[in-house]
């Protein structure tokens, strides 16, 4: 029975690959990914009537998942969540009165359960080289973009009421952003690839 074989995520094309020097490596890249992740989501817009902000939060968390394959990916993701567990400001809607826990429990909690999926889901994309393709990434995008929305708009049902427009808070407001989103990091993947093969050849 043949062995399926999986390609690199785009971090691990680069630079050590084993030893002590791919450990720093990781442990380079985690910080630099929960930077990056707490940096994007305070990039935000406000919605009225809606109490999730749109924000880069979803380019970052799809960017990162691709780009670190899914082992390294769900770490990073968990050390972000772990961090604002803890108090810290990187969450899009966070504020001095309400952050950690009690956040993440809110109207973004589903959200944030959706991140993790996506981030396991974008990972073995990449593992299958998706991310060299723009047509694929876009795909691959699509499919992240709806392991976010499902569990938030279920959450945010459980947590305000189905009576409540859920879909006007959760979903419809944030649909034209993440189409320019989606198309963005399309491209960028497959553009990044590019750049090492030529790096390498």
Do not use: C, H
């Amino acid at each position: 029975m043949a062995q399926a074989t999986f390609d690199k995520a785009l971090v691990e094309a680069i630079g050590p690959s084993e030893g002590t020097a791919l450990r720093i490596k990781q442990a380079v890249l985690v910080v630099l990914g929960i930077a990056l992740l707490a940096i994007s989501a305070q990039i935000k817009f406000p919605v009225p009537g809606s109490p999730v902000p749109v924000s880069l939060g979803t380019f970052g968390v799809l960017t990162i998942a691709a780009a670190y394959g899914p082992r390294l990916g769900l770490t990073t993701m968990l050390g972000w969540m772990l961090v604002g567990a803890l108090g810290f400001d990187v969450f899009a809607g966070t504020s001095a009165e309400m952050n950690g826990l009690e956040y993440m429990m809110g109207g973004t909690g589903g959200y944030l359960v959706g991140y993790v999926l996506a981030t396991v889901a974008l990972g073995w994309f990449a593992r299958f080289g998706w991310d060299r393709s723009a047509p694929k990434m876009a795909v691959a995008m699509l499919v992240g973009n709806a392991l976010i929305y499902v569990p938030g708009l279920l959450w945010l049902g459980q947590l305000y009421g189905w009576d409540q427009p859920i879909l006007a808070w959760g979903l419809t407001p944030f649909l034209v952003g993440d189409a320019l989103k989606l198309a963005l990091a399309a491209m960028l993947l497959p553009a990044v690839w590019k750049l090492v093969g030529k790096a390498r050849g």
